[in-house]
């Protein structure tokens, strides 16, 4: 199964929010099934090696150390449009106005008697004042003033979406964190580009075994390269109503994955997979998430200093996992990256 044959089948599959956890699997099967016949035999991490910036350095030898996998924000990637959603304002307004009724307050009335209030930044949305008048007038169950409620409250939200929703659709880049692997070792670009122009290194994983018994809160996928982007219009209004206190359940709970996993044709040369963490944490104050995963072989770039070689040689050997570098074989008339293990002793 290639990655386009992997897309059809992800686009055709569709589990709504709240499902048993049984209906779930069953729905997700076929996207597992890819996943086993797709999974190559190894996974490649390019990392840095910047030696004008020791902190970095320092952290990429820890991480390597320890078993580290840092996953990062979409918006610390390089390309703007990295898990950018797309959405249609006019089918988001359709879509609100057909959703907000006098069984959506009730279950805003529900929601304040708890003890519940709205997010401050939900409050900021609105005219001053506006969310608190709203409250008083749905917890004074005074009947006659709910109609009026209603079409106030559902005006206000049609006149924020233009205002907010770039901004929400910039923000969810930061409801996952992601780590990017690549398929192959050999790659010049990737070298070039990742792993501080071959002073790097590349650490090999293999994930295989994730497929059975996973990892908590992760998921491992191949990137999908299309010059479309994902329609991600019915994400964006049930975080949206959420975001005001309305309980709508996702209909297409999966498009939070879709959304990470879409980019354009002119990156496919990364040959990319994707490690996502949905784990709950604090989405403005936390860019990144570790996840622990020992690799199983190291490959030392082309350029690298060595005495950053010498320092990772004695962790890989502590490890006890394969070693190899990179080579350039002048002779050759190919414009390819060669590697061979790795003997300190040349």
């Known amino acids: 199964m290639d990655r386009n ?73 390089n390309d703007p449009y990295d898990t950018l959603v797309r959405y249609d304002t006019n089918a988001i307004k359709d879509y609100i106005k057909a959703s907000i009724s006098m069984d959506s307050i009730l279950q805003i009335k529900s929601y304040l008697e708890q003890g519940n209030d709205f997010p401050e930044s939900t409050k900021q949305m609105y005219p001053k004042g506006f969310i608190d008048n ?76 994730t497929l059975s018994k996973g990892i908590e809160n992760c998921g491992i996928y191949p990137v999908i390269y299309d010059d479309e982007r994902i329609d991600a219009s019915m994400y964006m209004a049930c975080s949206f109503l959420k975001l005001n206190g309305i309980n709508i359940n996702n209909p297409d709970a999966m498009s939070h994955i879709r959304c990470s996993l879409y980019k354009a044709k002119l990156w496919e040369y990364e040959k990319e997979w994707r490690l996502l963490n949905y784990s709950q944490r604090d989405v403005f104050d936390n860019e990144a998430s570790v996840i622990q995963y020992k690799p199983s072989a190291i490959y030392y770039g082309a350029k690298m200093q060595l005495n950053i070689k010498e320092q990772l040689h004695g962790i890989a050997k502590d490890k006890r996992i394969n070693e190899y570098e990179m080579y350039i074989d002048d002779t050759s008339p190919k414009y390819e990256m060669l590697f061979r293990p790795y003997n300190p002793a040349n």
Request: hydrophobic share 45%; with cysteine; aromatic share 12%.
């Open 134 to 209: 709203l409250k008083s007038q749905i917890l004074s169950h005074n009947i006659a003033l709910m109609g009026d409620a209603i079409e106030n409250y559902k005006s206000q939200l049609l006149l924020s979406i233009d205002f907010w929703f770039p901004i929400i659709a910039e923000v969810s880049k930061r409801f996952v964190t992601i780590a990017c692997f690549c398929e192959t070792v050999r790659s010049i670009p990737m070298w070039s580009h990742y792993a501080s122009s071959h002073q790097g290194f590349a650490l090999e994983y293999d994930f295989r075994p």
């Open 5 to 77: 044959e992997f897309a059809k089948r992800l686009k055709s599959i569709t589990v709504s929010e709240g499902v048993t956890s049984e209906i779930l699997n069953q729905r997700v099967l076929p996207i597992s099934e890819a996943l086993v016949q797709m999974m190559p035999q190894s996974l490649f991490r390019y990392r840095p090696c910047d030696t004008t910036n020791e902190i970095v350095l320092e952290r990429q030898i820890e991480a390597f150390k320890n078993d580290k996998v840092f996953a990062v924000t979409a918006d610390k990637f």
